[in-house]
């Protein structure tokens, strides 16, 4: 039953990631409703429309070879790779058990990821909107225990604070700017950080920190060795902070222990 429980929920996962990432399209093209809903998918080169089949998760890239049938327009790995990624982040997520509105922020960190990824900017509104609803969740549950709850708030203005000077000594006074689309750490990245931190513990925020850093750097080396990308090439940061969440989520209590076994407290 688990097992079927498990693919049950990997399905849901990949269906919902392609929902999804054609829906942050259509919203980042401006598409008005319904047509957001009930217009068919093209080719973005050639404008062919899309049969049922091509829009199968995963399995049409894998058929398709990754192009347009009828252009050979290259379509992003992006799309698959995310819906892998969704597909297997949810059924571990049914297999251990995670609370209903862990579900909620992987999805809302999976949607602003896509505009990360292909366009290097996180759109304000929905970040701002991520936020008030940390502030919510902090509310009514002080409300429900009836004391102040911060989860890992302290820890996430504190560890904004210290970027802030980290960034100010790197680039200094005239070059420090909050903005909102991406040159290094952008503004949009400082509110999904400090949301976090209201949502997770304080054990979990900081291991979520640390293993996007620690992926940041695994995906940053090769390619600074190879020279695809240099020093001062931006690299998005929510997909890591993403990926961070989903392993926290899932092996967090592995980690502490381990991480506890080590230092022998
Ligand atoms: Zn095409």
Redesign the pocket.
Known sequence: MQILLTIFFFLIGTALASFLNALMYRIDKEYKYPEIYTKPSY?E??G?QLKWYDLIPILSYIFTKGK?S??G?KITIYYPLSELILGISLSLFSLYHTQWYMYLILLTLFSLTYFDVLYKAIPKIPTLLFGVLGLIYLTILSIITKELVLNATVSGVLLLFGMCILLLVMYGFKNFKLKDGFEGFGGGDFVILLTLSMFLSTQQFWTMFWVSIFLATLFLLPNLILKKMHMKSSLPLLPFFTLGYIVVVIYGENIFEYVRGILMI
């Open positions: 080719c080169k050639c062919k347009c009828k252009c327009y």
